[in-house]
């Protein structure tokens, strides 16, 4: 089935450096997502980005919707112990409106070293 | 995790035998989702409801049946496990179908069939 392509698969970062995390595809979303998954738990959304070439930010997160509709990226500044978990992007395919019958990528393991 | 409880949390159980596993939200939202979680795959659409008596298929709903008699109900049913089926499930809602109201996760349940 349709799925996104997500890079890096895996990081291992010191306390206090930048992030950057993207996602592209081959079809156009109408939708982006960035969501974070804790282990042993559900993932929880952290960005959504409902037009081409938005930039939006959540305290230390940033994420863009890519102007051809086709990628998104996902920004952490100054990362601290409490950002590691999987990160997830994830695409809502609907014209003109939401299914969201979600595609997500493979996800992203950040690992913070204090 | 937005009202969100699903159960069992863990479950271990044998090929060939039935699976029910329960979605049960207080948000009182119209849509419900069953995803899967396997390593490599990212989360993939199994089946969603958009409303009581409504449900339709998503990407990988082979082996798979669903029911929602209830607004805050949703139950997935693996009618005969097989190992392929072993996976971490998890359930999500959505208030609307539109942009804005993007996809909140429960906490899963990790299905294991030997």
């Known amino acids: 089935g349709q799925q996104l392509n997500q890079s890096p698969q895996s990081m291992f970062i010191q306390e206090g450096e930048d992030v950057s995390m993207n996602c592209t595809s081959s079809?156009?979303?109408?939708?982006w997502l960035w969501y974070k998954q804790d282990p042993g738990e559900g993932p929880v959304l952290l960005i959504a980005?409902?037009?081409?070439?938005e930039l939006t930010s959540n305290g230390r997160l940033t994420a863009q919707f890519g102007i051809t509709r086709k990628d998104s990226f996902l920004n952490i500044s100054a990362s601290i112990p409490s950002d590691v978990g999987i990160y997830f992007c994830?695409?809502?395919?609907?014209?003109?409106?939401?299914?969201?019958?979600?595609?997500f990528g493979t996800g992203t393991l950040l690992a913070v070293q204090p | 995790d937005a009202g969100i409880t699903q159960s069992p949390r863990h479950k271990v159980t044998e090929t060939g035998t039935p699976v029910t596993l329960r979605c049960h939200q207080t948000?009182?939202?119209?849509?419900m989702y069953w995803y899967r979680q396997d390593p490599g795959h990212g989360l993939r659409l199994i089946h969603y409801?958009?409303?009581?008596?409504?449900?339709d298929k998503g990407e990988v709903s082979d082996g798979y049946s669903v029911s929602r008699s209830k607004t805050e109900d949703f139950l997935l049913t693996l009618e005969s496990a097989t190992s392929s089926q072993t996976s971490v499930y998890f359930c999500?809602?959505?208030?609307?179908?539109?942009?804005?109201?993007?996809?909140?996760f429960g906490n899963g349940t990790r299905l294991t069939v030997t």
């Open positions: 079809s156009i979303f109408n939708t």
């Open positions: 409801s958009y409303g009581v008596k409504d449900t």
């Open positions: 980005l409902y037009k081409a070439g």
């Open positions: 948000e009182n939202h119209r849509y």
């Open positions: 999500a809602i959505s208030e609307t179908r539109t942009l804005g109201s993007p996809l909140h």
């Open positions: 994830a695409g809502d395919p609907g014209d003109g409106g939401a299914t969201n019958k979600l595609i």
